[in-house]
């Protein structure tokens, strides 16, 4: 089973399109949800996916008939929201939140077909199903359940200081797997994200947050949310910056002039860099001109530096070690001399 996320005190993962929870040493399938959930308006297999989960007692925002002690649901497609129900025992779906409120029970619902099913009514009512950012739902969505929104689906606003760690709970790579992993994560792994600065990953005028970690000798890029400074952790796919950054394959691997997983093969030893915590970003520029960021870090010990250039989606191409010469001479036969001093 692939992990989905296990923050709290419910773990979520999902088999295919089954999507089980984990209570209390209980596993349980969820019932009446799919992963990837399509309906007649998703036809390309972007559906609804779960963000979080996590057992939740009543506020004083919702209806006094809401089912307490059980487990409460965050899924998204596409920006819409919606808050689920489940047994905490079984995973049966008892029903869902809707954007003033109200709990609405499987019964209830089911009562608003039959009764109202097709008319005007009906319509009206389903559209406050779902919490969407604009029209200012989403808002109410957060407020009711933030405990379980933020720090999977988001990272609240906080001021980062170069070379502390944090957690980073709900990072994911481009394909949406918790930590760039499909099983279960340490909280060491967790919470050894240590920040390193902002830069300009993909050219586009905008900076990062740069985090490392060397428990899993990966790399972040993070866009905190203008106005808010908050780190939305969906955005991770195609559209997104917010992500675990991909490993490559070294070119010079892939022609046969380097053999994988040798000391000559830079996506080995980046990724052994990143697990002795050897690595300090420095700086990013298009140096080549060729329209493609390329990122500077360089070895604590100061002995080399690691040019990774990047795709425009903030994902990265390859990178490629180089002597202070090599790195010197490369920036200075492109017009770049005064960023040595910068990288150095």
Known sequence: MDLIENKGDVALYHYGSTITATYRNNDFNLVGIRWDQTGDAYQDGIGWRPISAEIFNNSSGISSDFPDGNILLLWENRGSWQALSFSSENGTLLGLTDIYGEFWSNLEISNLEKDHGGTD????????FYFNEND?????????????????AKESSKEYSLSQEYELGGIKDFDGNP???TGDI???AKQSYKYQGTLDVNNDGVKEAIFTNKETGRWVTARTEEGTGEIDYTDHGSDGITRIVGIYEDPLVKSGDVIAGSAHDSQTRFQNDLLIDNLIVKTSGDYDGDGDQEVYWKTTDGTAYLRALMHSDGNIQYANYQSEEQMTAYLTANGFSSTVSEII
């Open 136 to 152: 200012g739902s989403l808002e109410k969505m957060i407020s009711l359940f933030s405990d379980i929104y933020y720090g999977v």
């Open 186 to 188: 340490s909280a060491e």
């Open 121 to 128: 009514y009906r319509d009206q009512i389903v559209e406050t």
């Open 179 to 181: 930590h760039a992993n």
